[in-house]
T-cell receptor, first 109, second 117 residues
């Protein structure tokens, strides 16, 4: 399983763009990169998934460089409700997901 | 609702009690999981079931006993718990035991907040 490294915490203000970078130096050829969001006392929720280059959906964008050794989750114009823990996971359909500590994002008014 | 339903949402039990947590999914997934999340700690994978067969047990104490009668239901039977077992217990499901191409990975329930007194 590819190990991931993320910042423990980040602070931002409403309306700003937030970029959270995850390092996964040992990513395998078959691995996908998936980001989850977790609010207190709730289960993690899927945000976005990618394999390479850029993926965008209505919630976020995911940037993956050519070497795939890192990825960046970009949240445009965050609001207070985006305060949560964000997890980066790497694996393929044969892996059982083990979550790291994630990045605790705090959005301030 | 995520498609994965956990009951009860909250549970308070004494150390000598026996209780069960229930998880149900109707997403057509064939793998189900139990995770434990203690306060301000990462999620800990406890048990994995693929096609109703237990494929992983991460050194979980025997006071936790999982049961998967079919691919849509998962139980966690609890007995003789300790106060340190108080945590949020999360159930998740997925297709093909993990990530899938173009899929949504793991779908989690809202969890059961367990307090052992």
């Amino acid at each position: 399983l590819a190990k991931t490294t993320q910042p423990i915490s980040m602070d931002s203000y409403e309306g700003q763009e937030v970029n959270i970078t995850c390092s996964h130096n040992n990513i395998a050829t078959n691995d996908y990169i998936t980001w989850y969001q977790q609010f207190p006392s709730q289960g993690p929720r899927f945000i976005i998934q990618g394999y390479k280059t850029k993926v965008t959906n209505e919630v976020a964008s995911l940037f993956i460089p050519a070497d795939r050794k890192s990825s960046t989750l970009s949240l445009p114009r965050v609001s207070l409700s985006d305060t949560a823990v964000y997890y980066c996971l790497v694996g393929d359909y044969n892996n059982d997901m083990r979550f790291g500590a994630g990045t605790r994002l705090t959005v301030k008014p | 609702e995520t498609g994965v339903t956990q009951t009860p949402r909250h549970l308070v039990m004494g150390m000598t009690n026996k209780k069960s947590l229930k998880c149900e999914q109707h997403l057509g997934h064939n793998a189900m999981y139990w995770y434990k999340q203690s306060a301000k700690k990462p999620l800990e994978l406890m048990f994995v079931y693929n096609f109703k067969e237990q494929t992983e047990n991460n050194s979980v104490p025997s006071r936790f006993s999982p049961e998967c009668p079919n691919s849509s239901h998962l139980f966690l039977h609890l007995h003789t718990l300790q106060p340190e077992d108080s945590a949020l217990y999360l159930c998740a499901s997925s297709q093909e035991g993990g990530l899938s191409l173009g899929g949504y990975g793991y779908t989690f329930g809202s969890g059961t907040r367990l307090t052992v007194v």
